[in-house]
């Protein structure tokens, strides 16, 4: 029976500093290495786990290379027969986005486990502790697999995760689906069968960090214009993603822009700026809908596709 989880640090909040103790936004992400956050949780003494750090920054300013370092790594350990699951500390800012990555490239059998802190390391009452000994719970669950964020007690699916809440120790939320299971006491309560999926491989990123395509999100509002999207074509961007508002709809000035974009052969992908939901009904083919992905995830997406050059 494999029993090794691996932890690879990448920064965040969880491994944040405040020189106040009872300040819980005044801090600043990313000072303490994984190893200590780790020996921080009196409860894992003792147990097989392995820490490696991957990467220290703020999630705010997670790029494309360190994606790709992360999706090696993950690999790298999730193929070792001993290892029986592997859990990532990351800032929550960009969390969604590094699962949803994560999952369509990787899409493991085993668990990949996100997990990370609302309050820094020095908090009073710091969240980081009991994230991670809940994460390390769920990466040793047999029947567990794929790329879940768990966060306050809650196991949330990659495809479904979505940040909710500025200050909220329960900050994350699975929409319409729910969390996949609850982590109560060192046990899992699972409320549904875990989502698979395949990933469509290391393949596709394995490049120089330059190569990634340039898409961006524009957002549908009232007062929306074309200008932003006329401009973004100029300046050679590869892809658009558009939040639109409801189910899918748009300002008719931002939508021909979207159209003219379209036309010159920029693929533009529709989904919701709604917090839940999936778009309803038959969009046309000029410009998909992304079904429930939030416009950050979709933006993932397509990025994927146009590296495959679809
Ligand atoms: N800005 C921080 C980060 O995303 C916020 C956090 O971790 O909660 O790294």
Redo the contacts with the bound molecule.
Sequence with gaps: MPSTVVILGT????A?TATNPSDNVGYT??QRGVADLVAAVPALQGQALETEQVAQ????DMDHATWQRLAQRAAHHLARPEVCGVVVTH?????EETAWFLQRVLGPDKPLVLT???RPATALQTDGPQNILDAITVAREPAACGVVVVFAGQVHAAQDVRKLHTYRLDAFGSGDAGPIARVEEGRLRRHRTWPVGSGLGLARIAFEPASWPRVEVVTSHAGASGRLVDALVADGVDGLVVAATGNGSLHQALELALRRAATAGIPVMRCTRCASGALIGAFDAAMPAAASLSPWAARVELMLSLLAGG
């Design positions: 920064g965040g909040t969880i944040g992400a990313a920054l703020d999630s705010k800032g929550t800012d960009t969390m990370g802190a609302m």
